[in-house]
């Protein structure tokens, strides 16, 4: 039973759809998070919510937006897709000062 | 949060244990230290944190200088398995604002 789960594994999709990557958590965490890992292998935060409140948006652009319908999921629909668009974004919880718990990640490949 | 150095590879024997050291000299005392680790392309891990005293647990220990300038993440008998990319990140925690930046990291290698 995976505890931060996100789907899908694998995105390819050409420029200019728009797409979604859905994560979910089983571990009553109050704290989500989406980060992108560009190909340099650079993570960098891009929001978080707080039961289902924005908390930090990192200059993100805003064809990226994040949904939190409840607690345990936190969506990221992406219009317009655009080729530096392409990475691996990872979702991530966090309960208090405790460590975070990271999804196993989302390839998105824009051609 | 305060800046961390670390070393950008080291290399360690399988079996032996592995001293991954981060400098935080500019840490202030409301920030913990972090350890995470990214093995190949898959999700971050948590390994350990600590705030002023040494931590262990069953992956690894964290040794933090009494200063709290620096710190050494050991694991103590490495293995293959523990080929990774290995951040120390310093971080206060803000409530629900906290969040965690990483740096480039030390990328582990462990050879027979």
């Known amino acids: 039973d995976t505890a931060v789960s996100q789907t899908p594994k694998y995105l390819v999709t050409q420029m200019g759809n728009d797409k979604s990557i859905k994560c979910e958590q089983n571990?009553?965490?109050?704290?989500m998070y989406w980060y992108k890992q560009d190909s340099k292998k650079f993570l960098k935060i891009m929001f978080s919510y707080n039961n289902k409140e924005l908390i930090i948006n990192e200059t993100v652009p805003n064809r990226f937006s994040p949904k939190s319908p409840d607690k345990a999921h936190l969506n990221l629909h992406i219009n317009s897709l655009e080729l530096g668009d392409s990475a691996v974004y990872f979702c991530?919880?966090?309960?208090?000062?405790?460590?975070?718990?990271f999804g196993s990640g989302t390839r998105l490949t824009v051609v | 949060d305060a800046k961390t150095t670390q070393p950008p590879s080291m290399d360690c024997a399988e079996g032996r244990a592995a001293n991954l050291p981060c400098n935080h000299s500019t840490i202030s005392g409301n920030e913990y230290v972090y350890w995470y680790r990214q093995i190949h392309s898959q999700g971050p891990q948590y390994i350990i944190h600590g705030l002023k005293n040494n931590e262990t647990n069953e992956m690894a220990s964290l040794i933090i200088t009494e200063d709290r300038k620096s710190s050494t993440l050991i694991l103590p008998h490495a293995t293959l398995r523990d080929t990774a990319v290995y951040y120390c990140i310093v971080r206060a925690y803000t409530g629900t604002a906290s969040k965690l930046t990483f740096g480039t990291g030390t990328r582990l290698q462990v050879t027979l």
């Open positions: 991530a919880t966090r309960r208090g000062v405790g460590g975070y718990t």
């Open positions: 571990l009553g965490h109050d704290t």
